[in-house]
């Protein structure tokens, strides 16, 4: 019993990354559309490490990691320093992705106030 429910777990998360990455897929090829090609991950997440996958395939380059205060970790991420939002404009974006799931509308809400009508766009999951 314990066999066949690890199974069906597996498959659930093979199923799960697979819709993932065909949704980043998608939204990154928009994103190539746009003429993003400097890009800037705000959110520390899984969905942001599938994003980082689905991102080596295409011409966008990730050029930083931002993350809440509160949030951020103390180690790189990806190879990165992950910054604060204090940090974006150091990076030069053309493009900001929102990479988590979580606290979305608070984070389109919170990039609004910082960018002050940059020409940086925005994107969500």
């Known amino acids: 019993e314990k066999n066949r429910l690890l199974v069906k777990m597996v498959a659930y998360n093979v199923r799960h990354y697979s819709h ?3 949704l980043m897929a998608a939204l990154l090829l928009d994103l190539q559309r746009e003429n993003i090609r400097r890009l800037v991950f705000y959110g520390v997440s899984e969905e942001m490490e ?3 996958v689905t991102l080596n395939e295409t011409g966008v380059e990730l050029v930083g990691i931002v993350e809440d205060e509160d949030k951020r970790p103390a180690k790189k ?3 990165h320093e992950v910054g ?3 940090d974006l404009f150091r990076f ?3 493009g900001i992705l929102i990479t988590s799931f ?5 984070r ?3 990039l609004q106030e910082i960018l002050h009508g940059q020409q940086i766009k925005v994107f969500r999951l």
């Open 92 to 94: 030069n974006p053309d």
């Open 102 to 106: 979580a606290d979305g509308e608070r």
């Open 50 to 52: 599938v994003a980082f």
């Open 77 to 79: 991420v990806l190879g």
């Open 84 to 86: 604060s939002l204090n």
């Open 20 to 22: 993932l990455k065909s």
């Open 108 to 110: 389109v809400s919170r």
